[in-house]
């Protein structure tokens, strides 16, 4: 990725990242993460049901589907916060079946939650700290020796203070999380996710419930992770910002991958007004309903 | 007429006695488990009776020097802790309350069983343990102290050896609950799996925790016993809630909050158990008998600590700031 790259209305889009004809589980040129044939059932509901798909490197993956699609669950599994019936599947050429959660983490693959988890009681630099890898006073026989971890600790907290200060966060630092805002809380979440360096950032709607003022910051910072280096995949539902950050859009409905392609050509794919429909058809509430049809009508606008 | 001095008196002789500084030890372990991990432990009745049996029963049956009786009740209560915890770690938190509760009541029953009274003394339980420990005394036969903390040598150096426990205890606490390690521990009580997401073994966290907490409750029961004799009957889970009271008396997540809990709880206990007693010998208390009036105290107490909790819900010294946000 060119390092110049800034966060800016107009993102810089990553292009060729499929090999042959775009389409569900196409394979990529350089994949970081692939599953296979990923199984998961709750009683009599198959929540997710992936043959195959492969999420590119260096870029920008949205993963998109009507409400029920699985894409938390396909996130849980993948991360190791939930267990498939059967698949495998494999983050940087390291398989991750059986590889428990905070492992998975270690591996580079950090993950964030629909339901934000910001550490309430815990003030937002302690939040952050926590983010960072390998660090010498978590052992417990160390712990009560500061002198062993102190100054690894103030590397911690530099590293902290800067990243709080791209996030426009750092005068928060010592409030407690719980004081902050949901849109701020979903800041501190992907900040602190990018305490350990990750190579892969999974962020399960970064935008749900944030206040639109800080909604273009939240952009920004996910096209920041890109030009660092990192590779992003995110479930969202608001379609506008994903053509608008999306280098690569992954589809799924009842549990399978319906559709795959770039952004702008995804979109007018019978299989992903379909899969809207489908779950418009059989959707049970209303709320649900009128984001669907929200959906449809800008899937629709982007066909005109 | 009432003796208020020697009420008084008696009521502030709880404030440095070795009972005081066993249950501020617990209650310190309570506020690693429940205060800063989030873990429900209901089962510190079980350590602390692990840290008196393991004690005794090391001395009396197998006459281990003191050294070594302390090291039987801590493995003891390190494998207690793994018994616990293997199981139950990786579910919700709800699971290691019941098992706790259940496995202190088991520890109990066995001990108060005959089966095994050669070696537990079943209902009557032990004493005469108490040689090694005096012998480690360096202070001359005799009385010291004034007033109302004059005691002879063995109970000074039992209060010695206690506080100095609750004091260096507390200092470890202190600093491992400002490490690193700490904030990881914090970070559990708030969101396991937003630490776990982070990279953290929770599971190996909250297990450190338990243990830690477990031989904390452990070093209490053995300082509980050393001023009187083993009984099985002092572990029941009226025993947990006690430290548990203690904890929320002072603050659960905080380190003064067990200890001064504790000063607090024994004095107020102290004090309502003499008052009452002897209003009811003079008579003021005409429709109560000295039985109910030990009775009594317990619920005088109960009334103090839920006004307390009613009106400062942190504890004494917990942070007004962090309840604000309490669900
Ligand atoms: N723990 C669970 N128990 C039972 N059903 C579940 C559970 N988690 C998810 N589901 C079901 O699996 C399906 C997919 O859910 P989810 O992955 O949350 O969808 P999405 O994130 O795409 O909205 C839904 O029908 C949901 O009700
Ligand atoms: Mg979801």
Redesign the interface.
């Given at each position: 990725m060119s390092s110049n790259v800034t966060p800016t209305s107009t993102p810089v889009k990553t292009t060729g990242l499929h090999v042959g004809d775009a389409g569900p589980g196409c394979r990529k040129v350089d994949p970081i993460l692939i599953a296979d044939n990923v199984r998961r059932t709750f009683g009599g509901l198959t929540a997710v049901d992936v043959e195959h798909v492969e999420v590119p490197r260096g870029a920008i993956t949205a993963l998109i589907g009507p409400n029920g699609a699985g894409k938390t669950t396909l996130f849980n599994l993948l991360t190791g916060f939930d267990k498939p019936d059967s698949g495998k599947w494999e983050f940087d050429g390291r398989s991750l079946a059986h590889v428990p959660a905070y492992r998975v983490a270690r591996m580079g693959l950090i993950r964030t939650f629909q339901l934000t988890k910001s550490l309430a009681l815990l003030t937002v630099l302690d939040n952050m700290k926590l983010g960072a890898k390998g660090q010498i006073g978590e052992n417990l026989f160390r712990s009560f020796l500061p002198f062993l971890w102190r100054k690894q600790d103030d590397e911690i907290e530099a590293k902290a203070l800067e990243i709080l200060a791209r996030f426009k966060l750092d005068t928060k630092k010592d409030d407690y999380a719980a004081s902050l805002s949901g849109g701020q809380r979903k800041l501190l979440e992907m900040a602190r996710a990018l305490m350990s360096d990750p190579t892969l950032v999974m962020l399960d709607e970064p935008m749900a419930g944030v206040n639109p003022a800080l909604t273009q910051s939240l952009l920004d910072h996910v096209l920041d992770l890109k030009s660092k280096g990192m590779t992003v995949l995110f479930v969202e539902h608001d379609m506008h910002m994903v053509r608008h950050i999306a280098d690569w859009v992954i589809v799924m409905a009842e549990g399978k991958i319906v559709a795959e392609g770039d952004p702008h050509l995804v979109m007018q794919d019978p299989a992903v007004i379909d899969a809207y429909l489908g779950a418009h058809h059989d959707a049970d509430i209303g709320t649900t309903d009128t984001e669907h049809v929200e959906v449809l009508k800008e899937l629709i606008d982007d066909e005109q | 007429m009432i003796d208020w001095i020697q009420i008084f008196s008696n009521a502030a002789q709880e404030l440095i006695s070795p009972t005081t500084a066993a249950y501020a030890l617990a209650a310190l372990g309570l506020a690693i488990h429940f205060g800063y991990t989030g873990l429900l432990n209901f089962g510190q009745a079980g350590f602390m009776a692990l840290g008196a049996y393991g004690y005794a029963i090391s001395i009396l049956s197998f006459g281990f020097p003191v050294w070594g009786a302390v090291l039987v009740g801590i493995g003891a209560s390190v494998v207690f802790a793994l018994i616990l915890g293997i199981p139950t770690l990786r579910l919700r938190a709800d699971y290691l309350a019941i098992v706790t509760i259940a496995a202190a009541e088991i520890l109990r029953l066995t001990f108060t069983t005959n089966t095994f009274a050669d070696i537990t003394g079943s209902a009557s339980g032990l004493q005469g343990y108490k040689g090694g420990f005096a012998d480690l005394n360096p202070i001359p036969t005799g009385s010291y102290g004034f007033g109302p903390f004059t005691y002879n040598a063995y109970d000074w150096w039992i209060r010695i050896v206690g506080w100095s426990l609750v004091v260096i205890l507390a200092l470890?606490t202190w600093?491992?609950m400002r490490?690193?390690?700490?904030?990881?521990i914090?970070?559990i009580?708030?969101?396991e799996?937003?630490?776990?997401?982070?990279?953290?073994?929770?599971y190996s966290y909250k297990m450190?925790s338990l243990i830690?907490g477990g031989v904390y409750g452990t070093l209490g029961g053995m300082i509980f016993i050393l001023p009187r004799s083993v009984v099985p009957a002092n572990y029941q889970t009226s025993l947990t809630f006690f430290v548990y009271a203690i904890l929320l008396l002072g603050g659960a997540a905080t380190i003064l909050g067990p200890v001064i809990g504790s000063v607090i709880f024994w004095v107020l206990l102290s004090f309502f158990s003499g008052f009452v007693a002897r209003a009811v010998e003079a008579g003021w208390l005409p429709f109560m008998s000295q039985v109910q009036a030990g009775q009594l105290r317990f619920i005088l107490v109960g009334i103090a600590i839920m006004l307390i909790v009613i009106f400062r819900p942190q504890g004494i010294f917990g942070n007004k700031?962090?309840l604000a946000?309490v669900k």
């Open positions: - | 470890v600093l491992i490490s690193p390690w700490g904030r990881v914090k970070g009580r708030e969101d799996d937003a630490v776990r997401a982070l990279g953290k073994n929770v450190q830690l700031k962090e946000f």
